[in-house]
């Protein structure tokens, strides 16, 4: 089993940044890409960010919504992946989860191609 832990959730303003970190632990040898997706109160669940990675390179996947604002990044040493999100809007508010799939490497936006999830952090923007 893999473990994910969401990290760096919080408050903040329309205009500033957050950064997430998602800490993975366990089974981790299987695992070549990770994904944050988000679900907003009474809304659906939805894709923003995607990594995979390999000995030689790493590609990313974003959603429209979030291209050009948030950044994903992974830290090979610490088994982490980041997102670095700025000029957040009220609209970014919702509880963002990270999500790992076993054993394949996928920038998919469909969160049922990710077989191991956090708990999710909060990410709370203010007008």
């Known amino acids: 089993q893999v473990q994910l832990v969401e990290s760096g959730g919080g408050l903040v303003q329309a205009g500033g940044s957050l950064t997430l970190s998602c800490a993975a632990s366990?089974?981790?040898?299987?695992?070549?890409?990770m994904g944050w997706f988000r679900q907003a109160p009474g809304k659906e669940r939805e894709f923003v960010a995607a990594?995979?990675?390999?000995?030689?390179?790493?590609?990313?996947n974003y959603a429209d919504s979030v291209k050009g604002r948030f950044t994903i990044s992974r830290d090979n040493a610490k088994k982490a992946v980041y997102l670095q999100m700025n000029s957040l809007n009220p609209e970014d508010t919702a509880v963002y989860y990270c999500?790992?799939?076993?054993?394949?490497?996928?920038?998919?936006?469909?969160?049922?191609?990710?077989?191991?999830w956090g708990q999710g952090t909060q990410v709370t923007v203010s007008s």
């Open positions: 366990g089974r981790t040898f299987r695992t070549y890409a």
């Open positions: 990594i995979t990675w390999s000995t030689w390179s790493s590609s990313t």
């Open positions: 999500a790992a799939p076993d054993g394949r490497y996928t920038l998919s936006n469909k969160g049922n191609d990710y077989d191991h």
